[in-house]
């Protein structure tokens, strides 16, 4: 069983863009999906998909083999499945650095000191123990992508949508972020990447969106 199944997806921005177009893509156990494809493809569109903040017009998406259509199901795997924004911007949103990367675990029902714990612990795998008292929006854009991923990866999830996960790092701290991916226990995960080493490092299948459809390659 795939873990998660599209299957004939179009959707268009309320623009009428139509941006995906019949599109299907089975993520299986152990896949590490490479996505590529040129700029304003619908790569971002996808995990948007994917994850239910936007809804298709045609088209079935099947999570663990069951069907997701409100936002009732999609809320039920938002911390199963961890989604990198392209944007750090769209991630980020308390007081500290801190409180930003123990709101999952707090939101999944720890508390207050294991999710404490647990984000101490996320931010020094890391190397970004520092930080941790910093605003947000004050971060550099390398600092605030490690933070970002921060949030993502305390929540501990199964599954991974990586949206550009070393934009905007230096060649050194791109490394740490993908040997810390690298050994984090995902069952699976789709990246996007424009960043040959980043893609090569990370994926063990890859798919190019083409025409608002994803094809293997
Ligand atoms: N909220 C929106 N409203 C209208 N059009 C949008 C919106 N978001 C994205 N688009 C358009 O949809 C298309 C796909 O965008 P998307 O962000 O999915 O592309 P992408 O492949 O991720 O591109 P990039 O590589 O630049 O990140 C683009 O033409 C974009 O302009
Ligand atoms: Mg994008």
């Not at 795939?2 to 863009?17: E, H, Q, R, T, V």
């Not at 720890?110 to 996320?122: F, G, I, L, P, W």
């Not at 970004?128 to 854009?141: A, D, T």
């Amino acid at each position: 069983m795939a873990l998660i199944d599209l299957k004939g997806i179009s959707f268009a921005y309320p623009n009428g863009n139509l941006v995906l177009e019949g599109l299907s893509l089975s993520l299986e156990e152990g896949d590490k999906i490479g996505l590529l494809g040129e700029n304003g493809t619908g790569k971002t569109t996808l995990l948007h998909i994917i994850l239910g903040l936007i809804r298709p017009a045609e088209g079935e998406i099947t999570i663990f083999g069951e069907r997701y259509e409100t936002e009732q199901d999609f809320k039920k795997i938002r911390g199963t499945i961890g989604m990198l924004f392209q944007d750090s911007d769209d991630q980020l949103f308390c007081t500290t650095v801190l409180e930003d990367v123990a709101f999952g675990p707090l939101n999944m029902g720890m508390n207050r000191r294991e999710a404490t714990y647990t984000a101490e612990q996320t931010l020094d795998k890391l190397g970004i123990s520092h930080l941790k008292n910093r605003v947000p929006y004050q971060l550099s854009g390398g600092e605030k992508r490690l933070v970002s991923m921060a949030t993502v990866l305390s929540m501990k999830p199964e599954i991974l949508l990586l949206d550009e996960p070393t934009n905007g790092l230096d060649k050194k701290t791109g490394k740490l972020l993908v040997s810390v991916l690298q050994k984090y226990p995902a069952r699976a995960w789709i990246m996007i990447s424009q960043i040959q080493s980043t893609i090569e490092a990370m994926s063990n299948k890859y798919c190019k969106m083409n025409g608002g459809r994803v094809d293997l390659v």
